[in-house]
């Protein structure tokens, strides 16, 4: 609340630069004038201000006054008044009201009230209250939550998640069930019921007889299958200690090996001249290492557009490539090549398929084939190399 008069005596400064600026880009005939209906508006701003600022203190004191009124009254329970200590506001919570938003239950059995209920009472609980909801064996009406089966999902694609198949507790099952459901109707089962219902779904989960009597005494005797697979998060002793070692930065390895040149890789710019320096380099260099294939792989990413190859490769915009080199022009069966392919004859040898591959349509005039062409020899070398992998 302080802030507000600061904030419009900084709108005011700010109003005040205009003027300033004003006066001086106006020219001498109406200078008077517009000083004078500036000082004007300055002088209203001003009074709107100190206003605000008023009525702003009135409001303050009025709150405060408020305040201390209410925490000088006794509360209509006759509860007492606590101390007034941090901001004077609200009062101890009452035992009352403690208990009943203290209604956990933890893994440990802390917080189950004295109970029992077994598997039958639990049935006939589940039918009248949760069936139409959740299935009369758990296995859910329509999308509403499954509540039973799905063991050994959990590795799945499409894992089902249940109490039996997932959950590691058996107090959250009781603890959920007393707490939230039925669904709409929150915390209207009696205890008993709460235990009768909770052994039901470890019946019809396969975890107990059908004579199971779940009561607070046998509870933790009681484990569910999937606990073992939670752990306590144990990344700060785990994981940590490898993110956090001091980074290396400098010569940090003993050796540089090249396993592929950017221009190959497609990520400098397009540069005849360069790209044809640097294959020379390579050459000069001479280094067995590169693997054209490999190189073949990377930049057969402009053709997959249009071309599969490999396990399973069928026709797409474009032949599959599959035993392409050597293979007879234009032979795939099923698609449907440009005349231009299907008359010109011979097979896909080296150079053959090298020429077409730097320039489509001049090699083979009428070819629907629209790519404008690979770059270099080298990138011809590496696609022919990668597609002759394939058989
Ligand atoms: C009106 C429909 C409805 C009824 C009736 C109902 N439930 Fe539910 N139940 C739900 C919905 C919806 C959820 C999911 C709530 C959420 O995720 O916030 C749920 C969730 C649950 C879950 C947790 C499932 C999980 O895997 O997360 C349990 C356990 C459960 N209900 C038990 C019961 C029991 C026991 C009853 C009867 C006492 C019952 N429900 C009655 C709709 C219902
Ligand atoms: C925009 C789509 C497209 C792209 C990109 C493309 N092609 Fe093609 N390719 C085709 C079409 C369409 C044909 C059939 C041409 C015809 O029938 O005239 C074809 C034909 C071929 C053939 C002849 C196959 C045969 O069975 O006779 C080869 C080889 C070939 N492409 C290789 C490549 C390579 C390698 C690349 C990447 C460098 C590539 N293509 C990029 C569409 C494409």
Known sequence: MSKSP?????????????????VAVNSSNHQSDVIETAQATAQAAEDRAAAAQAAIADTQAAATDLINTLAAQPLSTGAPVAETAGFGLGRDALPVE???????????????????????TGEEVFVEKCAMC?????????????????????????PVKTIGSYWPYLSTVYDYINRAMPFGMAQSLTNDEVYA?????????????????????????????????????DRATAEYPIF????????????????????VL?????????AQEDATVVAAAAEPEVDLAAEGEALFRQCKSCHQVGDGAGNGVGPHLNGVVDRPIGSVDGFRYSNTLLDVGGEWSADVLGA????????????????????????IDAIIAYLATFE
């Not at 497609?266 to 360069?274: G, K, L, R, S």
């Open 244 to 263: 956090s070692v001091e980074p290396c930065m400098e010569n940090c390895k003993d050796s540089v090996e090249i396993t592929m040149h950017a221009s």
């Open 356 to 379: 077409f591959l730097a320039d489509p349509r001049g090699a083979m005039p009428g070819t629907k084939m629209a790519f404008r062409g690979l770059r270099s020899q080298e990138e």
């Open 197 to 233: 219902i909770t052994a039901y779904l470890l019946y019809v989960n396969d975890l107990v007889d059908d004579d199971f009597e779940l009561s607070n005494e046998n509870f933790l005797e009681v484990r569910l299958p999937n606990e073992p697979n939670f752990f306590m998060d």
């Open 6 to 22: 600061n904030g419009l005596y900084t709108v005011l400064g700010i109003a005040g630069i205009g003027v300033g600026i004003g």
């Open 266 to 274: 497609d990520v400098t710019p397009e540069d005849e001249n360069a």
């Open 134 to 158: 959740h299935g009369d064996f758990g296995e859910a009406v329509g999308r509403w939550p499954v509540l039973a089966g799905g063991h050994n999902t959990l590795s799945d694609e499409d």
């Open 98 to 120: 403690i208990a009943a938003w203290d209604i956990d239950v933890r893994p440990d059995g802390a917080g189950l009230p004295a109970g029992s209920g077994d598997v039958w």
